[in-house]
Protein backbone atom coordinates (compact mmCIF):
# COMPACT_ATOMS: atom_id res chain seq x y z
CA UNK A 1 0.00 0.00 0.00
CA UNK A 2 1.22 3.21 -1.02
CA UNK A 3 2.40 5.35 2.26
CA UNK A 4 2.14 8.71 0.54
CA UNK A 5 0.04 9.54 -2.08
CA UNK A 6 -0.08 12.53 -4.19
CA UNK A 7 -3.24 11.88 -6.34
CA UNK A 8 -2.88 14.83 -8.76
CA UNK A 9 -0.47 13.49 -11.56
CA UNK A 10 -0.30 16.13 -13.15
CA UNK A 11 -1.71 19.64 -12.91
CA UNK A 12 -1.82 22.95 -15.34
CA UNK A 13 -2.53 26.40 -14.45
CA UNK A 14 -2.54 29.97 -16.00
CA UNK A 15 -0.45 32.37 -14.39
CA UNK A 16 -1.68 33.88 -11.36
CA UNK A 17 -3.71 30.86 -10.01
CA UNK A 18 -3.96 29.53 -7.03
CA UNK A 19 -3.45 26.01 -6.90
CA UNK A 20 -3.25 22.89 -4.37
CA UNK A 21 -1.56 19.77 -4.43
CA UNK A 22 -2.40 17.14 -2.18
CA UNK A 23 -0.74 14.62 -0.24
CA UNK A 24 -2.27 12.06 2.03
CA UNK A 25 -0.09 9.68 4.13
CA UNK A 26 -0.48 6.73 5.81
CA UNK A 27 1.34 5.72 9.10
CA UNK A 28 0.99 3.66 12.45
CA UNK A 29 3.52 5.97 14.22
CA UNK A 30 2.88 9.05 16.19
CA UNK A 31 6.18 10.71 15.47
CA UNK A 32 6.96 11.42 12.14
CA UNK A 33 8.08 13.73 9.93
CA UNK A 34 6.31 15.51 6.51
CA UNK A 35 8.47 16.81 3.33
CA UNK A 36 7.65 18.88 0.53
CA UNK A 37 10.32 18.99 -2.25
CA UNK A 38 10.69 20.93 -5.22
CA UNK A 39 12.16 19.36 -8.46
CA UNK A 40 12.71 21.84 -11.56
CA UNK A 41 13.43 21.07 -15.15
CA UNK A 42 17.05 21.03 -13.77
CA UNK A 43 16.47 17.94 -11.60
CA UNK A 44 17.74 18.95 -8.55
CA UNK A 45 15.37 18.33 -5.89
CA UNK A 46 15.58 21.31 -3.29
CA UNK A 47 13.37 21.72 0.19
CA UNK A 48 10.62 23.49 0.46
CA UNK A 49 9.30 22.25 3.95
CA UNK A 50 9.28 20.43 7.04
CA UNK A 51 6.76 18.88 9.57
CA UNK A 52 6.74 16.70 12.42
CA UNK A 53 3.75 15.23 13.90
CA UNK A 54 3.65 17.32 16.60
CA UNK A 55 3.21 20.78 15.05
CA UNK A 56 -0.24 21.06 13.35
CA UNK A 57 0.43 24.80 12.75
CA UNK A 58 -0.06 25.78 9.27
CA UNK A 59 3.01 27.44 7.92
CA UNK A 60 2.79 30.64 5.22
CA UNK A 61 6.17 31.21 3.38
CA UNK A 62 5.92 34.41 0.85
CA UNK A 63 3.08 32.75 -1.55
CA UNK A 64 3.73 29.33 -0.80
CA UNK A 65 1.00 27.83 2.41
CA UNK A 66 0.97 24.54 3.79
CA UNK A 67 -2.15 22.61 5.45
CA UNK A 68 -1.08 20.01 8.21
CA UNK A 69 -4.13 18.02 9.74
CA UNK A 70 -3.72 15.25 10.86
CA UNK A 71 -7.24 14.04 11.99
CA UNK A 72 -7.54 13.37 7.48
CA UNK A 73 -3.61 12.80 7.68
CA UNK A 74 -3.00 15.17 4.88
CA UNK A 75 -0.31 17.45 4.18
CA UNK A 76 -1.67 20.01 1.34
CA UNK A 77 0.52 22.72 -0.07
CA UNK A 78 -0.96 25.97 -2.05
CA UNK A 79 0.96 28.17 -4.34
CA UNK A 80 -0.90 31.70 -4.65
CA UNK A 81 -0.61 33.53 -7.61
CA UNK A 82 1.70 30.97 -9.42
CA UNK A 83 4.37 32.01 -11.58
CA UNK A 84 5.92 30.42 -14.26
CA UNK A 85 9.28 29.45 -12.43
CA UNK A 86 6.83 27.38 -10.25
CA UNK A 87 6.76 24.54 -12.88
CA UNK A 88 8.35 21.77 -11.54
CA UNK A 89 7.23 18.36 -10.03
CA UNK A 90 6.23 18.60 -6.22
CA UNK A 91 6.96 15.61 -4.02
CA UNK A 92 5.66 14.88 -0.46
CA UNK A 93 7.56 13.30 1.60
CA UNK A 94 7.17 11.01 4.95
CA UNK A 95 10.00 9.70 7.52
CA UNK A 96 9.22 7.34 9.81
CA UNK A 97 10.46 4.66 11.79
CA UNK A 98 9.98 0.77 10.80
CA UNK A 99 8.07 -1.58 12.73
CA UNK A 100 11.32 -2.32 15.23
CA UNK A 101 11.75 0.90 15.59
CA UNK A 102 15.79 0.81 15.20
CA UNK A 103 15.36 1.97 11.30
CA UNK A 104 13.88 4.93 9.71
CA UNK A 105 12.38 5.00 6.41
CA UNK A 106 11.90 7.83 3.92
CA UNK A 107 8.91 7.12 1.46
CA UNK A 108 8.18 10.29 -1.60
CA UNK A 109 4.66 10.23 -3.15
CA UNK A 110 5.01 9.90 -7.07
CA UNK A 111 5.39 13.65 -7.19
CA UNK A 112 3.00 16.09 -9.01
CA UNK A 113 3.56 17.99 -12.59
CA UNK A 114 2.82 21.15 -11.97
CA UNK A 115 2.69 23.66 -15.63
CA UNK A 116 1.99 27.13 -15.00
CA UNK A 117 1.45 29.03 -18.39
CA UNK A 118 2.12 32.45 -19.12
CA UNK B 1 29.08 27.80 0.27
CA UNK B 2 29.25 24.55 -2.52
CA UNK B 3 26.73 22.36 -2.56
CA UNK B 4 26.54 18.74 -2.94
CA UNK B 5 28.64 17.10 -5.84
CA UNK B 6 27.54 14.08 -7.78
CA UNK B 7 30.27 12.13 -10.07
CA UNK B 8 29.89 11.05 -13.01
CA UNK B 9 26.87 13.04 -14.23
CA UNK B 10 26.40 10.55 -17.24
CA UNK B 11 27.51 6.61 -16.96
CA UNK B 12 26.38 3.92 -19.40
CA UNK B 13 27.27 0.39 -18.46
CA UNK B 14 26.17 -3.05 -19.90
CA UNK B 15 24.34 -5.85 -17.76
CA UNK B 16 26.47 -7.46 -15.07
CA UNK B 17 29.30 -4.93 -14.54
CA UNK B 18 29.24 -3.29 -11.79
CA UNK B 19 29.40 0.66 -11.04
CA UNK B 20 30.54 3.41 -8.29
CA UNK B 21 28.89 6.61 -8.27
CA UNK B 22 30.87 9.27 -5.62
CA UNK B 23 28.72 12.13 -3.76
CA UNK B 24 30.80 14.79 -1.81
CA UNK B 25 28.40 16.55 1.03
CA UNK B 26 28.23 19.90 2.13
CA UNK B 27 31.22 20.92 3.89
CA UNK B 28 30.04 20.11 7.52
CA UNK B 29 27.34 17.59 6.88
CA UNK B 30 27.67 14.40 7.98
CA UNK B 31 24.78 12.88 6.94
CA UNK B 32 24.99 11.22 3.14
CA UNK B 33 21.83 9.43 1.89
CA UNK B 34 21.40 8.19 -1.28
CA UNK B 35 17.97 7.57 -3.52
CA UNK B 36 16.62 6.26 -6.86
CA UNK B 37 14.63 7.99 -9.88
CA UNK B 38 12.54 6.09 -12.21
CA UNK B 39 9.48 6.88 -14.26
CA UNK B 40 8.00 3.45 -12.91
CA UNK B 41 8.71 3.64 -9.08
CA UNK B 42 9.52 7.31 -8.86
CA UNK B 43 11.87 8.63 -6.19
CA UNK B 44 13.26 5.70 -3.43
CA UNK B 45 15.24 5.65 -0.59
CA UNK B 46 18.55 3.46 -0.96
CA UNK B 47 20.05 4.28 2.09
CA UNK B 48 21.95 6.44 4.80
CA UNK B 49 25.74 6.98 6.21
CA UNK B 50 25.83 9.20 9.07
CA UNK B 51 29.65 9.24 10.41
CA UNK B 52 30.69 6.42 8.38
CA UNK B 53 28.31 4.15 9.57
CA UNK B 54 25.22 3.10 7.77
CA UNK B 55 22.31 4.32 9.90
CA UNK B 56 19.23 3.38 8.09
CA UNK B 57 18.40 1.61 4.88
CA UNK B 58 15.33 1.13 2.12
CA UNK B 59 14.35 -1.59 0.40
CA UNK B 60 17.17 -2.79 -1.95
CA UNK B 61 18.85 -5.73 -2.77
CA UNK B 62 22.34 -6.29 -1.23
CA UNK B 63 23.63 -5.43 -5.04
CA UNK B 64 23.21 -1.50 -3.87
CA UNK B 65 25.82 -1.21 -1.23
CA UNK B 66 27.55 1.85 0.04
CA UNK B 67 30.09 3.60 2.25
CA UNK B 68 31.49 6.63 3.94
CA UNK B 69 34.89 8.30 4.28
CA UNK B 70 36.07 10.02 7.28
CA UNK B 71 35.43 13.28 4.99
CA UNK B 72 32.20 12.72 4.64
CA UNK B 73 32.43 11.50 1.03
CA UNK B 74 30.14 8.98 0.07
CA UNK B 75 30.70 6.27 -2.72
CA UNK B 76 27.35 4.08 -3.81
CA UNK B 77 28.03 0.79 -5.61
CA UNK B 78 25.65 -1.59 -7.81
CA UNK B 79 26.72 -4.58 -8.88
CA UNK B 80 25.80 -7.17 -11.71
CA UNK B 81 23.69 -4.90 -12.97
CA UNK B 82 20.23 -5.38 -14.31
CA UNK B 83 18.35 -2.94 -17.24
CA UNK B 84 15.93 -2.12 -14.20
CA UNK B 85 18.82 0.38 -12.41
CA UNK B 86 18.76 2.55 -15.03
CA UNK B 87 18.00 5.41 -13.11
CA UNK B 88 18.99 9.11 -11.92
CA UNK B 89 20.89 8.39 -8.40
CA UNK B 90 20.46 11.15 -6.49
CA UNK B 91 22.51 12.20 -3.48
CA UNK B 92 21.46 14.27 -0.59
CA UNK B 93 23.67 15.91 2.56
CA UNK B 94 21.94 16.78 5.76
CA UNK B 95 23.20 18.28 9.28
CA UNK B 96 21.27 15.43 11.24
CA UNK B 97 20.02 12.09 10.12
CA UNK B 98 18.46 12.13 7.21
CA UNK B 99 15.41 11.18 7.66
CA UNK B 100 14.33 13.96 10.08
CA UNK B 101 15.94 16.92 8.46
CA UNK B 102 16.46 19.11 5.71
CA UNK B 103 18.27 17.49 2.70
CA UNK B 104 20.61 19.24 0.21
CA UNK B 105 20.39 17.69 -2.89
CA UNK B 106 23.37 16.83 -5.88
CA UNK B 107 22.61 17.22 -9.74
CA UNK B 108 22.16 13.51 -9.59
CA UNK B 109 24.24 10.68 -11.11
CA UNK B 110 21.95 8.67 -14.50
CA UNK B 111 22.95 5.45 -15.37
CA UNK B 112 22.15 3.22 -18.63
CA UNK B 113 22.40 0.15 -18.04
CA UNK B 114 22.19 -1.44 -21.44
Known amino acids: AQKVTQAQTEISVVEKEDVTLDCVYE???????LFWYKQPPSGELVFLIRRNSFDEQNEISGRYSWNFQKSTSSFNFTITASQVVDSAVYFC???????????????FGKGTLLTVNP | KAGVTQTPRYLIKTRGQQVTLSCSPISGHRSVSWYQQTPGQGLQFLFE???????NKGNFPGRFSGRQFSNSRSEMNVSTLELGDSALYLC?????????????FGEGSRLTVL
Open chain 2, 49 to 55: YFSETQR
Open chain 1, 27 to 33: TRDTTYY
Open chain 1, 93 to 107: ALSEADSGGSNYKLT
Open chain 2, 92 to 104: ASSLMTALTGELF
